[in-house]
Nanobody
Framework: HVQLVESGGGSVQAGGYLRLSCAIS????????LAWFRQPPGKEREGVAA??????????YYDDSVKGRFTISQDNEKNMLYLQMNSLKPEDTAMYYC???????????????????WGRGTQVTVS
């Protein structure tokens, strides 16, 4: 069973930056989609970024609202997933979650119902 724990959230001024981390445990192989979602207050949860690096390759996906500002990455040796967030805007304020699921083919990365494992979230506030 995969477990995820987020960290790195906080409060920052507009234009600032934060780096979110997600510690991954229980993953049996690298054939997983790893993703970041966020849920602003009173709004629906939305996909932010995702990556698939199974079989030594993979793809990276971003929501249009964060392209050019956010970068998703992972460190397999440390079993960590990261989200570097630069040029933060007030509309980035949300609870951020990391998520994971095993896959065997094509995948709708930005649909939260596709993910089997979730962290508790870390709050990001931009003012």
């Amino acid at each position: 069973h995969v477990q995820l724990v987020e960290s790195g959230g906080g409060s920052v001024q507009a234009g600032g930056y934060l780096r979110l981390s997600c510690a991954i445990s229980g993953r049996s192989n690298e054939n997983y989609f790893l993703a970041w979602f966020r849920q602003p207050p009173g709004k629906e949860r939305e996909g932010v970024a995702a990556m698939y690096t199974g079989f030594g390759g993979g793809n990276i996906y971003y929501d249009d609202s964060v392209k050019g500002r956010f970068t998703i990455s992972q460190d397999n040796e440390k079993n960590m997933l990261y989200l570097q967030m630069n040029s933060l805007k007030p509309e980035d304020t949300a609870m951020y979650y990391c998520a994971a699921t095993s896959v065997s083919g094509g995948f709708a990365w930005d649909r939260d119902t596709m993910y089997s494992y979730w962290g508790r979230g870390t709050q990001v506030t931009v003012s």
